[in-house]
């Protein structure tokens, strides 16, 4: 096993891990573990998956805590506009299928609310991301993956004493406030990926990316299953597992996750350094900067096509269980998220099998395998939308089953178009513009739904299915 010999005052230039790629090179433990050696690193002579087994963990326990809190939020905020907002009596809240005016007004409000929340959990993360992505490029990402967690106890702490007293559902936004200002899903999503991007290849990160994905994907769904169970011993139990997990995890990045690229230290940063003009321009610069042959053009075509998919996929998922709860289907909660569970854990394992077939064995490039699941997606969509019974929903999710490749195909192919320093940079922008999508699709949907909902309930399915189908021939 060779020894690693550099100079410490010479930092090595951001492509120097691409020009030693042809060394003949194993590195031992000790010189994965050290810390401020990655630039002197061989990517290539990493593991194959030497990133997934270090965000596996972090990711199945954030996906399993909010696959717990997310139904139980929806139907706590519900319970809370029938309770509260709407003041109607425990008789008609506790049976709101026999009471169709009623059932009526409370999914009206209730996505309303859902829709405030969205932009209250939008607009905060996608500002700091703008600054963190680039921030983290020089620093490094563990702060960064820190932060989202403290700011996740506290925020699902204000949720859990919410299930002791009967309080306005209003007051339930100040829980994706508390997330968003400290990163939330944007801010996890940009240091682990950009972590991932740091120490693999364009062989590599394909397979690592999916396993991680699917991964979370399947916590998260199986998380909604626990939590609708949970349910029945109280509506607090599913908080104390999703704090539980974000504390683990906050102890996790702590004490396991290391830095093996040298970044500048963390004690020379000062509050001016994160939020500045500078960084919002090498996120303007990382999109504009001039590539060889199409590059450029063929990033900014599939940001824009991974925003439109974004807006279509998050707008309807925001009334899914709103649309399965009421007439036609009538869904309980536990119905809703067991199907739901089984859903996630289907996509999940075919996320990480098909995607190593298609890859490895049928050599189906990352933009072919995005279009095939840019299909799916519309099937999936449009039959949603035409359903009129619970066999047609099943019916969707078959055809929709491989609808999350694309968001792994996407997320390589545009890490593979910039340099190993822009990773960063190039996260934080697209997530910037990922938060957009809640904040246009949450709106737009939920209005429209709460307009349609009386004639047409699956309308909005079949809208979003409309936008996204042109996406196919991109």
Known sequence: MGALTFD???KPAPDAVRRRSSMKYTPSKEDLLAADVADEINVDALPTYYTALRMVPLMAFYGLAMGTVQPVLTELIKTRTCQVALNYTDEICENLNNYTKEAKAVQRVTSQIQMYQTLVDSLPAMFFSLFLGSWS????RKLPMLVPFAGLVIAHGFSLINTFIRISPYYLMLTPFITSAT?????VNVAVFSYMGDYTNDRTRSPNVAIVDA???LLRFAGSAVGGQLTQFGESVP???TISLHVCNFIFI????HELRAFKSIKDCKITDVVTLERVKDNWRTLSKKRPGYNRLFLLLIIGCLLIIGVCVIGDMSITQLYLEFDPFNWTLQHFTIYNAINGVVEGVIMVFVNIVLRRYLTISDTMIGTIATLSAVLHLLFYGLATSSAFIYIAAGVG?????GFVSIKSVTISLVDRDEIGKLLSTKMSLMSIAPFI???VFTNIFTHTNEWWPGFCFVLGACVTAPVVFV
């Open 8 to 10: 410490m005052d010479k």
């Open 137 to 140: 490029d020089e620093y490094g």
């Open 183 to 187: 990163g939330g899903m944007v801010l």
């Open 215 to 217: 991964i979370h994907m």
């Open 239 to 241: 908080f104390y597992l």
């Open 254 to 257: 702590f004490f396991a996750i």
């Open 401 to 405: 089953c491989l609808k999350m490749l």
């Open 441 to 443: 699709g949450v709106t």
